[in-house]
């Protein structure tokens, strides 16, 4: 019994020394091979819209769409005011964390964080005051993360005003939306290298990840892959229409309703009666009128708003 008991033993280190080995190769190894890789545009873009963490944080214990950064479309210099080529500025409110390629430029990779610290000066970034990014190419086409607040003293208060709200997208406080009402679980963002292609777009690369947290790669696919949902359609309405209720717009579709996210009132303050709303769509479905009842127009700081900013910004 005794030998046969520490043959168990040894059988079982050995065991867990195979496991620890063949996890560590699997997946502490490639981390060396990933964090060499140097950050695409997309993942700057993506880094800067969506903030240091879009999963559970201290800083959104709820998934509320705390503490989230903005990003807008300016069409005009927020300093002079003068006329400029739409571009595209990252805005970070007083508190709101700071993206990890500027906690941690290592995660840019060598040359994009010596173009950011550089030429950029992200490392004047400062979370108590706020600060504005862009996403910046110099003349050899290398891209990294510029702090506009340094170089050109932007201010967050002056880019938000001189977009306005109809340029102003809250896709970091939808994407935790997105985590948190599970939609992950059915819509991956990973096309695969197979006829995914031809349907759904070209799978990302490597470089396009360097700091994104969490990545929402999704896990079982039960619904159509969305990293490049808005370029195939790109209508706020149709999408109104599909988190409202997905049967308005897919008879068949499983996906569940949405339209608690909508809040109590819609864009113009009204109360808007749900229960009304799912009668008279009852009677639709059944035949006994020929139109849906309309979907109500959501309020600018409803749920559904920052969720479908959310999506339109996945191109």
């Not at 500025?89 to 007083?94: H, I, L, P």
């Amino acid at each position: 019994m005794n030998m046969n008991f520490r043959e168990y033993k040894l059988g079982s280190r050995f065991f867990a020394l195979a496991l620890g080995l063949s996890m560590c190769i699997t997946l502490f190894m490639p981390s060396f091979d990933i964090g060499s890789v140097n950050a695409t545009n997309i993942a700057m873009d993506k880094q800067l819209w969506a903030g240091h963490e879009s999963g559970f944080s201290l800083d959104d214990p709820l998934l509320l769409g705390w503490h989230k950064p903005l990003k807008v479309l300016l069409k005009a210099d927020p300093v002079n005011g003068q006329p400029m080529d739409p571009t595209y500025a990252y805005v970070y409110e007083k508190g709101t964390p700071l993206p990890n390629g500027v906690l941690h430029p290592d995660n840019l990779g060598s040359v994009a964080k010596k173009l950011s610290i550089d030429k950029g000066h992200i490392l004047e970034s400062n979370k108590n005051t706020g600060t504005v990014f862009l996403v910046r190419m110099d003349d050899q086409k290398r891209y990294y993360i510029e702090n506009a607040s340094a170089t050109l003293g932007w201010t967050p208060e002056g880019v938000l005003k001189t977009a306005g709200d109809e340029n102003t997208q809250h896709a970091a406080a939808g994407k935790s939306l997105f985590v948190r009402e599970g939609c992950w679980w059915c819509h991956t963002l990973l096309p695969e290298q197979t006829q995914d292609w031809q349907v759904f777009g070209a799978p990302p690369m490597l470089g396009d990840f360097n700091g994104e947290s969490p990545t929402a790669f999704g896990s079982d696919r039960k619904a159509p892959d969305i990293l490049h949902v808005a370029s195939r359609n790109s209508s706020k309405e149709w999408m109104m229409l599909h988190f409202f209720n997905p049967r308005l717009v897919q008879p068949h579709s499983i996906m569940p309703r949405f339209d608690y996210l909508w809040g109590p009132v819609d864009a113009n303050g009204q109360k808007i009666d749900f229960a009304k709303w799912r009668a008279e769509y009852n009677e639709y479905r059944e035949g006994k009128r020929i139109t849906p009842p309309e979907v109500p127009t959501y309020a600018r700081n409803s749920e559904i708003r920052n969720l479908i900013d959310f999506v339109m910004n996945l191109k």
